[in-house]
């Protein structure tokens, strides 16, 4: 579909391809228009019910028709979704969900991201060997019929191990993000809204949070656990990815806060818990989002780093930080154990941070 | 009486000590009167206009005396509660910049339609009719569709318009316009200042308008109020005030507009600077700058004397200037430095 707002040539009032014979104006009310009928090549002289409304409605003439008609080019692409004229009310979303359907890193990383779903929900899918079969007699045999990747250091079977680490990593990444991004995301906001006390004292905490080095940190606090379950460290990248979050949201609260139309919003009579959650939340979300995006390819990437130094996850759960782990020091004799799961953690990686920048460009406005 | 301020201060905690915005304001608003409150940046014009809305932000802002009285009641002695239900259904406020008072992220029927849906309890459908009405109102052409516009899509003036709906939407009694057109260009400027005050005559409403524009208010005021430092030193009729100010910083001011017929000679300016608020000079506040000034000016401060006595004089006009007479009686009440033969 034609991006019609960019490419248009701008407002012409004057051009001469109107034509006028085709929607007589005054044979339709203004202020209702029809979707469908008005072609495209109308569009850039404002159609006639705007030339109607504009001159008839406000005689201003000149000036003033040259915006409106100014406006109405800039005006909703109609687009199948019923975001149209006629359709119900775009929002800042449905907007953003139009720019992002268009761009291909987005559609490029988005397939990445739902086969990875895929994969991780139903791994049998693509595989119908099991990780934990293996055969010490195939040790880092390399690429055979029916075993693509070849065999690791145990024996064990690399493609069906990608495959299934992809499981490990993603409910990593999308459990860590989820919490970090509630957790830092309120503790923020409320914090730069309310301010004061509350906020010092959050951004004290805060401090003390970012001098943890987030490696030793896991060396210490991970090597005293003992459960096998991925939970642990979950947990310990929400509690040292918090204040990250936290900082940005509470900054673009108070970016979004100290704007005139939340001080507008608040002298028409809006109340505080409104004005944050409708003047200030959308306005200031968006940075979170995409921090929290491209956060999420960096925890897969943590959950590797921590299983390499052997206090993430532990054998015999799958995942591909365990298997770069355990394939590093072949890498001379079998570089394919330690290709694969680290080319599918930088794929799975790059396709997050992707597509974190595809919804930072989609969520701000003023690139429309 | 609609709006009364009495003796309002205001302070503000800045680090260079506290900033003394408005030192015992007192306007009066009627129903269907347009008060004109004139001053340059930091007379405290704007900070005034806030302690009424209650927007004012505290800290480091502080009310320190004074009342507002709103239809008899005292806006000071309320509950924040009660304040908020008081703005934008009784009053409201218009903004300087129109483009940045609106959310960006929210269409303008959304934003129409929130006064609806916060103050009285609609539906967001009928709060999106409502808001299609207002955009008519105020002559937005082909409303029903732009109202699911952005606000980045409409035009300066456009904006303007749509600010003034939301302000106008609950029919409130009293508006408050900070500079409305002071970001829009001149032929705008005429179209928003005309729309507003044909609204202002349909629904009765008072106005303050608040600017620095002496042209914008010559049109559309009733009365003026003229502020410095914190204090309003002249007011009047504004025609009245046009063909002889009572105050040597009101003729200053009107002196130094541009006109045709001084083509070629060089403007008018009013010596040295605003005081700063945190060290307000004792005695007149313009003092240091009058080129009237005697020893009483200067340990002195003038209360708002009467103006009625001497030409152009008459009920409801007031100078805060010791020699207001002379000022009045002679129109060159500007002293040796003036630029006029």
Partial sequence: ??????????????????????????????????????????????????????????????????????????????????????????????????????????LVSALLILFLALIAMWPSLLTSGDPLDCDLALAQEGSRPGHPFGFNGQGCDVYTRTVYGARTSVTVGVCATLGVALLGGVLGALAGFFGGLWDALLSRLTDVFFAIPVVLGGLVLLSVVTSNSVWPVIGFMVLLGWPQISRISRGSVITAKQHDYVQAARALGASGPRMLLRHIAPNAI??????????????????????????????????????????????????????????????????????????????????? | MLLEVRDLRVEFATRDGVAQAVNGVDYTVDAG??????????????VTAQAIMGILDVPPGRITGGEILFKGRDLL??????????????????????????????????????????????SRKDARAKAVELMDRVRIPAAGQRVRDYPHQFSGGMRQRI?????????????????????????????????????????????????HDLGVVADVADRIAVMYAGRIVETAPVHDLYKAPAHPYTRGLLDSIPRLDHKGRELYAIKGLPPSLTAIPPGCPFHPRCPMAQDVCRTDVPPLYAVDRGPVSGPGRGSACHFWLDCLEDSACRGPASDTP
């Avoid at chain 2, 903004?95 to 916060?118: C, H, I, K, R, W």
């Fill in chain 1, 1 to 106: 579909m034609p991006d019609v707002r960019r490419t248009n040539p701008g407002p012409d009032p004057e051009s001469g391809d109107r034509r006028p014979g085709e929607h007589p104006p005054g044979d339709r009310p203004p202020g209702e228009h029809p979707p469908g009928d008005r072609p495209r090549g109308d569009w850039p002289d404002g159609g006639p019910d705007a030339e109607d409304g504009a001159v008839a409605g406000t005689g201003f003439g000149g000036s003033m028709d040259l915006a409106t008609n100014e406006g109405r080019t800039l005006e909703d692409d109609p687009g199948p979704d019923g975001g149209g004229p006629s359709g119900r009310p775009r929002s800042l979303w449905s907007d953003a969900w139009r720019d992002l359907r268009r761009n291909p890193v987005f």
């Fill in chain 2, 163 to 211: 600010m003034i709906a939301m302000a106008l939407a609950l029919e409130p009694d009293l508006i408050i316009a900070d500079e409305p057109t002071t970001a829009l260009d001149v032929t705008v400027q005429a179209q928003v200042m005309d729309l507003l005050a044909e609204l202002q005559r349909e629904y009765d409403m008072g106005l303050i308008l608040i600017t």
């Fill in chain 2, 33 to 46: 009167e347009t008060l004109a409150v004139l001053g340059e940046s930091g007379s405290g014009k704007s």
């Fill in chain 2, 77 to 122: 002695k309320l509950k924040e509660e009660q304040r908020r239900s008081v703005r934008g259904a009784e009053m409201a406020m218009i903004f300087q910049d129109a483009l940045s008072s609106l959310n960006p992220v929210l269409t303008v029927g959304d934003q129409l339609g929130e006064m609806f849906v916060v103050h009285r309890g609609m």
């Fill in chain 1, 286 to 368: 968006a940075p979170v989002i995409v921090v929290a995006t491209i956060a999420l390819g960096t925890y897969i990437a943590l959950e590797a780093t921590l299983s390499y130094l052997g206090v993430g996850l532990k054998p015999p759960t799958v995942s591909w930080g365990i298997d770069i782990s355990s394939a590093s020091p072949y890498i001379r004799n079998a570089p394919h154990m330690l290709l694969w799961p680290a080319g599918a953690l930088a794929v799975t990686v790059l396709a997050f941070i992707m597509l974190g920048d595809a919804v930072r460009d989609a969520l701000d406005p003023k690139l429309r």
